[in-house]
C-alpha cells in the first residue's frame, strides 16, 4: 500500500488526477467487494481480497458440477489472502461471512463502480482515529473524494453523503461542522479492484440513483459517536440529575448455570429483577443487579468446568469416521479424502491430518485437525460451533471485559407497548489492558461512550429477554474487544451481534421503539449465541 503525501498548497496539482484508464470493453466493471455491519453499513474488504473473492466466485459459477482449478469448494477462507483475516470464511451459497471464533454472521455483497473510479485504480482515502491508526472511508465516499481532487476542488462537502464533515484537500483535514473538531486524512494507492464483464449499467457516483444506489441506499454515516449510548441524554430522565439517587447494590457474581437441559420456566418475581409496579418516587426503581465481571485476564467463572485440552472437546463432540464422503472440508477448502489443509501449521499427538470426525448432533464432516485449528484460534472455552450450519456444542462463552450490568424499572411506557412501563439496563464497562483471549494480548483496549442504557418493555416477553441477557452478560457474550464499526477505531469495546434498543422515545435512529420485530430478533440473536430458555437456572 502505498500512501501518496501531502505537500503544501495546490494538493490537486502535485498528485494529479487519477491516471489514465486504458480502453476496455464498455460492458465492463469494476467489482468491490463488500461486508454489511450491524448498523446496515457495506465496508469494502482491500482490492488484493476483493480480487481473491471474485477469482473465487467466477471459479464456482463455472464448476456446473466439476472441481475447478481453485477447488469444488463452497466457501472461501479469507486468512489465505491476508493473515489477518485468518478467523474469516465466506459462505458462497448463502453469501455470507463466518467468524469461526465468535460465530459471527455477516452478510456480504458485489458492489459495480465504473472502469475509471477510484476502486479500478487503487486508489482510497483514510482518515485517523483517536490513536493514531488509519481507517478507511466506505468506497463510495473514497470514490467522491478522489473525483473532486482529480477535480482541483479544495473544500470538499459530504453532506451530500449523508456525513455532516467537510473535507480541506489542500490541508488533508476532515472538519465536524458542528463541533470543529478536525482529523486528518491521507491518499492512498494499493492494489486496483478486480475488473468484470458486466451486461448491466454501472453505478456512476457516490450519489447517482441507479437501481443499484437505491437498492444500496440508507447506508449513511452514524450520526454520533455515542450513537449506542444514552450517557448524553440523561438529563432527559429528571430522576436521574436529583440528589435521590438509587441505593447502591451489593455486588453478587453471576453463578453458573445449570446445563443438564432442564427447562426452567420464567417467572416474575425473578429475585434480581425489580418487581413491577414497585418504583420509588424518584420515578426509578430500587438498583436490583449490580454484578461485576471477573478480571478479563483470569479464567471466568463460566469457564471453571471447561476441558482444558483441546484434543478432549474433538472427542467430546464428534464421531471419527473411517470412510470420509467425497466432499469438501469447508474449513481448509480439501477433499475430506486427503490430508488437512492445516497439517503444517497445526500439531497434534493424537489427531492426524488424514482423520475426519462427524459432529454428533448436526453430523456435518470436517478434518479433525481443521476443527482442532478453529478451537486453538478461539476463545478455547471448551465449545465448537459447526462452521456449516452454526449449531453450538458446550457452552459458548465470550470475551467480554470486566463490567457491571446494573437494571432499573420505569413507569413509562415505550412506543408500542403502552400497557406495561419499561426495563432500564445500564451497562458499565471502563478502559483496561487486553488479555489473552483478546485480539492483542497487553495492550490498553477503550470503553467509548459507557455506560449504555438500554430498554426493554416490562412485559413477560420483555423480562424473558432480560432473563437471558443476565446469561449471556455472564457468558461474556453481550460486549467483545475489537473494531467499531462507527469509527473504526481498533482495540475498543463494542457491540457483539446481540442488538439493544438504547433510544427509549423514539426510533429516529432505527434503535427505539416502536419495532414490533425488536424481541423476535433479538431472541433470535441469543439463540445464535447458544442462550436459550434451555440453559436457565431456576
Not at 464498455?26 to 450491524?38: L, S, Y
Request: overall charge neutral; some cysteine; hydrophobic content about 35%.
Amino acid at each position: 500500500m502505498a500512501v501518496v503525501p501531502s505537500a503544501g498548497s495546490g494538493a490537486a496539482g502535485t498528485f494529479g488526477p487519477l491516471a489514465a484508464v486504458p480502453f476496455l470493453h464498455p460492458n465492463m466493471a469494476v467489482a468491490v467487494w463488500e461486508w454489511k455491519n450491524e448498523f446496515n453499513c457495506w465496508r469494502p474488504y482491500s482490492g488484493k481480497v476483493s480480487c481473491y473473492i471474485e477469482q473465487f466466485m467466477q471459479a464456482h459459477q463455472n464448476q456446473k458440477g466439476h472441481r475447478a482449478a481453485l477447488g469444488n469448494a463452497s466457501s472461501i477462507c479469507l486468512g489465505q489472502v491476508d493473515s489477518r483475516l485468518a478467523p474469516y470464511i465466506i459462505d458462497i451459497p448463502n453469501m455470507v461471512q463466518f467468524r469461526q471464533d465468535t460465530g459471527t454472521v455477516r452478510n456480504v455483497q458485489k458492489t459495480l463502480y465504473p472502469l475509471n473510479s477510484a476502486p479500478g485504480c487503487g486508489v482510497y482515502w483514510e482518515w485517523m482515529t483517536d490513536e493514531g491508526s488509519w481507517t478507511a472511508y466506505e468506497m463510495a465516499v473514497s470514490d467522491f473524494l478522489e473525483k473532486c481532487f482529480a477535480a482541483r476542488q479544495h473544500i470538499v462537502d459530504l453532506g451530500c453523503l449523508g456525513y455532516n464533515y467537510s473535507i480541506d484537500l489542500n490541508c488533508f483535514i476532515q472538519t465536524n461542522k458542528t463541533s470543529g473538531f478536525q482529523r486528518k486524512i491521507q491518499r492512498c494507492v494499493d492494489t486496483p479492484y478486480p475488473v468484470i464483464p458486466t451486461a448491466g449499467p454501472v453505478h456512476k457516483a457516490a450519489t447517482c440513483s441507479c437501481q443499484q444506489c437505491l437498492v444500496s441506499g440508507g447506508v449513511g454515516p452514524i450520526p454520533s459517536r455515542l450513537r449506542h449510548s444514552m450517557s448524553n441524554q440523561l438529563n432527559s430522565f429528571p430522576s436521574l440529575g436529583s440528589s435521590q439517587s438509587p441505593p447502591a447494590a451489593s455486588s453478587v457474581p453471576y453463578a453458573k448455570p445449570s446445563l443438564s437441559g432442564t427447562k426452567s420456566r420464567l417467572s416474575a418475581n425473578s429475585p434480581w429483577l425489580p418487581a413491577a409496579g414497585n418504583v420509588p418516587s424518584n420515578g426509578f426503581s430500587s438498583l436490583s443487579l449490580s454484578v461485576p465481571l471477573q478480571r478479563h485476564n483470569k479464567v471466568h467463572q463460566a469457564l471453571a468446568d471447561a476441558i482444558s485440552d483441546p484434543e478432549q472437546i474433538m472427542k467430546k463432540f464428534l464421531d471419527k469416521i473411517d470412510s470420509p464422503p467425497d466432499e469438501d472440508c469447508i474449513i481448509c477448502m480439501e477433499k475430506l479424502t486427503a490430508a488437512s489443509g492445516y497439517g503444517d501449521v497445526t500439531q497434534s499427538k493424537t489427531v492426524q491430518p488424514e482423520m475426519v470426525g462427524k459432529l454428533k448432533k448436526c453430523g456435518h464432516a470436517f478434518h479433525m485437525l481443521c476443527l482442532l485449528a478453529m478451537y486453538n484460534n478461539g476463545n478455547k472455552d471448551g465449545s465448537l460451533q459447526c462452521p456449516s450450519c452454526k449449531a453450538i456444542y458446550g457452552e459458548k462463552t465470550g470475551t467480554q471485559p470486566s463490567g457491571k450490568m446494573d437494571v432499573y424499572t420505569l413507569p413509562h411506557s415505550l412506543p408500542g407497548h403502552p400497557d406495561c412501563g419499561t426495563i432500564h439496563i445500564m451497562y458499565t464497562i471502563v478502559p483496561g489492558i487486553q488479555g489473552p483471549e483478546h485480539p492483542n494480548p497487553g495492550k490498553p483496549y477503550t470503553a467509548r461512550g459507557f455506560p449504555r442504557h438500554c430498554f426493554l418493555p416490562d412485559n413477560s416477553k420483555g423480562r424473558k429477554v432480560l432473563e437471558l441477557l443476565h446469561v449471556a452478560w455472564k457468558r461474556r457474550l453481550v460486549f467483545t474487544v475489537g473494531v467499531s464499526s462507527t469509527t473504526g477505531e481498533t482495540d475498543t469495546v463494542v457491540w457483539n451481534e446481540i442488538h439493544h434498543k438504547t433510544e427509549m422515545g423514539s426510533n429516529k435512529s432505527g434503535h427505539g421503539f416502536p419495532d414490533p420485530n425488536y424481541l423476535n430478533n433479538v431472541l433470535a440473536e441469543l439463540a445464535a449465541q447458544g442462550v436459550t430458555e434451555d440453559c436457565l437456572g431456576h
